[in-house]
Every structure is written in C-alpha cells, then in structure tokens.
C-alpha cells in the first residue's frame, strides 16, 4: 500500500486593530450576529389563506349539489313521473347543471388564482440568502486615563492555508 498525503484546509480570518492617541485598546472580540427571525406568516397570507379556505369549501358545496342532481335525475323511474313532465325535469336539470358548472369553474379559476397569490407571499416572507461571513461584529475595548482624540483602525483579512498534513 503507498503512502496517501492528506492536506486539510482551514480557512483563517485577522482582524488586526490599531490605535493611535492615548489611550488602551483591550478585548478585541469577533461575534456572529444572528439573523433576525425569519415571519412564517403575515396578514396578507393569513387572508389569502381564509379566501382559499373559503373556494375550496364553496367548490366541494357545488361539487356536492352537482352530484345530488344528477343522483336525483338517475332515481326517477318511467312509472312514476308522467311522459308530458320529461321535457321540462330535463330542461329543469339543465338550467340547474349548467349554472352549477359555471360556478365550478369560476371557483376553480379564482382558487387557482389564488393559490399563485399565496405561493408568492410565501416566496415574499422566506428568508434571503446571505453571506455568513458579512453578519460578523467586532466589539473593542478603549480605555483612556484623560480626554483626547483616539483614532482606531481595523484591518481585516481572510485567506485559506494548509494547517494540517497527515500521512497514512
């Protein structure tokens, strides 16, 4: 078996703080702010939600009707409902079904509709992506034993090196 040279990285980062005046520079800390939290819901969504709630309701009530008229046309029997009287059953049963339908489809355009509606609030409220490495902070500590003008500079810096070498 041959040698096997593993080379692992590490990414450094300097932050380099220099003073010029009379005073002290102490406790020079690196953080992470943490991102605000990200909305899961707002009002326009909450509404947009209610409205879907509501379509999909109203579409399962005309869905429903729909198929209580047509079980109703599929029940009457020839024996009981006179020759004359078919004409206008199945005008009757046309009039009631088309006007069904159009409402059907005007609900399914507007829960389509708004379905759109709410996956473009929600891409609205979903968190942006950001770079890590710009959400840092640094906190300095000056002290001065008397008043006087202090000018404070930061020099950052970040490069990747090889830190570790393993040899298997």
Request: proline share 4%; charged share 30%; hydrophobic share 45%.
């Given at each position: ?158 490069f990747r090196l090889v830190r570790d070498v393993v040899m298997l």
């Amino acid at each position: 078996m041959s040698p096997c040279l593993i080379f692992v990285l590490r990414e450094l980062t300097i932050l380099s703080v220099e003073g010029r005046g009379s005073a002290t520079i102490h406790d020079v800390t690196i953080s992470e702010i943490l991102p605000p939290p990200v909305p899961n819901m707002s009002d326009t969504l909450k509404d947009l939600i209610a409205e879907r709630t509501k379509l999909e309701k109203a579409l399962a009530r005309n869905n429903k009707a729909l198929k209580a008229l047509e079980h109703y046309l599929d029940s009457v029997k020839a024996n009981v409902l006179p020759a004359a009287q078919l004409k206008d059953l199945v005008d009757s049963y046309e009039t009631t079904a088309a006007g069904l339908d159009d409402q059907i489809t005007k609900i399914e355009a507007e829960l389509s509709e708004t379905n759109e509606a709410v996956k473009e609030e929600k891409s609205k409220l979903a968190a942006p992506d950001d770079n890590v490495k710009l959400r840092r902070k640094a906190s300095i500590g000056v002290f001065a034993a008397k008043e006087g003008l202090v000018k404070i500079s930061l020099i950052y810096g970040a490069f990747r090196l090889v830190r570790d070498v393993v040899m298997l």
